[in-house]
């Protein structure tokens, strides 16, 4: 069964930090260039970052630049997002997906989110 697993999401404080996971089964990331996404209440998804097929190739939308960092462990067939000095508008709801190749249209607000599949999410909130 194929199958992506986000997590490490939770409630921290404005400035903290967070290391979101990205776990597949049944397949290989290795295959895919993987991007997360996010939506909160009410808003459309936005895309926020993605790394490509080999790892060489990272982007990031600009509310979020310097702040996150993706990366990606073959060995253990996950994808990351290391999301420092967190801010409350950083709430949301994030997604990893998969796709073919990276490109603007995976770190910008898009109606539906440019993944051939994606998980269930994991749920982080910033507030005091």
């Known amino acids: 069964q194929l199958q992506l697993v986000e997590s490490g999401g939770g409630l921290v404080q404005p400035g903290g930090s967070l290391r979101l996971s990205c776990a597949a089964s049944g397949f290989s990331l290795d295959d895919y260039a993987v991007g997360w996404f996010r939506q909160a209440p009410g808003k459309e998804p936005e895309g926020v970052s993605c790394i490509s097929v080999h790892g060489d190739t990272t982007d990031y939308a600009d509310s979020v630049k310097g702040r996150f960092t993706i990366s990606r462990d073959s060995a253990k067939n996950t994808v990351y997002l290391q999301m420092n000095s967190l801010k409350p508008d950083d709430t949301a709801v994030y997604y990893c997906?998969?796709?073919?190749?990276?490109?603007?249209?995976?770190?910008?607000?898009?109606?539906?989110?440019?993944?051939?599949?994606w998980g269930q999410g994991t749920q982080v909130t910033v507030s005091s």
């Open positions: 997906g998969t796709t073919g190749a990276c490109g603007v249209h995976t770190i910008v607000v898009v109606s539906t989110p440019p993944y051939d599949y």
